[in-house]
């Protein structure tokens, strides 16, 4: 077997996976798995980093300004959960698979954040030790609501160790929780809104829809209104509507010009140089590094600000995303760089990367201190969080996924998984 054709193999493997898989009928987006293994190491990196103190103390100096700019990276996560999620949902409007009923999406949305989240949770409650958990707040950790009210939910954890109350990078879950259980609400709304129009209609209504509500919520996060200094806004989807909305836009011209034979000139432009997507998201983060201040995460930054930093970081993930869902999946760097096996497989078990590695980065941090022990620190992280998110994988998630499109009955009847096209995506 060529090296080309093993590669291709080993990454329809990792597409066959229940985790990745889309609603049946509906496409794939292949190179969506890979981006989301690009996001969850650059994450892996910047903890290491925080939790050692940076490269000398949080000095203005470069290396540290490119992995404070890092944080951009939540924004592709953000626009990944609704462009998969939201694109199911409309893809009957132009002539797609019909979308999938409430109780189903809820169902999937439950199997894929709770059970591994909760035994990440209760493991690294025993072992380190995490602050809150089995405190009388523990409902709040155990359903992902802690951030929404931290300063009474949290108050149960030392102020000392507010790193190791809970798992603190379930912040980013916590948001995508309340925007799961907005999004069928926001689909009803826009199916009201455009029933009965054609095509070209309900794709422009959609699109002021989500602009719309994209422009209140940036509106309400400055002055007068402040709402970012509200928890409920800055860890609720509201407060970062905004990059899910890019997503939710990014779903409803896919759809939309989905049985084009010709596509609109942007998205030929896509599929012929996706490169220079990717060049032109590099330029945008370095304009993030060179032109906004050295201090991690926008939550620190005035209105002003906070507002550029956001509208920025957005048209950076939007052009590292196109690629991916516009793309050709088996052309070009991107696609070379994002359909790479290693990556993919890195996508595959991102989530329990993400629950696993935290804990352990603030733990090594602790032990080796200044940015002398970064290496040490990134190092021992990778060693200790991969294989724990690898058993998170095949252990929790990989075998409750198996219940994601079909019933107990099926499964225990050795019913085969419910024929679908294979080849073009990465579901959610």
């Known amino acids: 077997m060529s090296a080309d054709a093993a590669r291709a193999s080993a990454s329809a493997a990792v597409l066959s996976e229940d985790v990745v898989s889309p609603p049946p009928h509906h496409p794939r987006f292949p190179l969506t798995v890979g981006l989301r293994g690009i996001a969850a190491i650059a994450i892996v990196v910047g903890h290491a980093w925080f939790f050692t103190g940076g490269f000398g103390g949080f000095t203005s100096s470069l290396p540290n300004r490119l992995v404070v700019r890092w944080d951009g990276v939540v924004a592709i996560f953000f626009m990944l959960s609704a462009f998969l999620l939201y694109r199911p949902m409309i893809a009957h409007r132009a002539g797609g698979p019909g979308s999938p009923t409430v109780p189903a999406y809820a169902w999937r949305r439950f199997l894929r954040l709770f059970p591994a989240y909760w035994v990440a949770l209760t493991a690294l409650a025993v072992f380190p030790g995490l602050f809150g ?3 009388h707040n523990w409902w709040a950790f155990y359903s992902l609501t802690d951030f929404l009210d931290p300063e009474h939910l949290h108050s149960v954890c030392p102020p000392s160790e507010e790193f190791r109350c809970g798992l603190p990078q379930s912040w980013t879950l916590g948001i995508d929780l309340t925007f799961y259980v907005a999004l069928p609400f926001y689909a009803i709304l826009a199916a009201l809104l455009t029933r009965g129009r054609k095509l070209a209609q309900w794709m422009w209504i959609e ?8 422009a209140l919520t940036l509106w309400a996060a400055g002055h007068p209104l402040d709402l970012r200094d509200e928890s409920w806004f800055r860890y609720s989807f509201i407060g970062h509507f905004y990059w899910f909305g890019l997503g939710l836009a990014l779903a409803i011209v896919s759809v939309a010009y989905s049985n084009r034979k010709r596509q609109p000139s942007p998205i030929r432009f896509v599929e012929a140089h996706p490169a220079l997507c990717w060049a032109a998201g590099f330029g945008v983060y370095l304009v993030t590094v060179l032109a906004f201040s050295d201090t991690p995460f ?6 002003s600000e906070y507002l550029v930093m956001n509208l920025v970081q957005g048209v950076g993930g939007v052009l590292f995303f196109l690629p991916a869902v516009f793309g ?4 070009g760097l991107p696609a070379r760089v994002l359909g790479h096996p290693a990556l993919m497989w890195v996508g595959l078990i991102s989530y329990g990367l993400l629950l696993w590695h935290g804990t352990v980065a603030v733990m090594l941090g602790s032990l080796f201190g200044s940015g002398e022990g970064y290496w ?4 021992a992280e990778i060693v200790i969080a991969v294989p724990m998110a690898t058993l998170s994988y095949y252990v929790v998630e990989k075998p409750l996924m198996r219940f994601k499109y079909r019933s107990p009955r099926e499964i225990f009847r050795g ?6 096209p294979l080849p073009d995506s990465g579901g959610s």
């Not at 050709?328 to 052309?331: D, V, Y």
């Not at 040490?376 to 190092?379: A, K």
């Open 133 to 135: 958990v089995f405190s």
């Open 207 to 214: 699109l002021a829809l989500a602009g719309g509500l994209t």
């Open 298 to 303: 926008v939550f620190d930054f005035n209105n």
């Open 328 to 331: 050709n999946p088996n052309r």
């Open 376 to 379: 040490t620190v990134l190092i």
């Open 415 to 420: 019913k085969g998984r419910r024929n679908q």
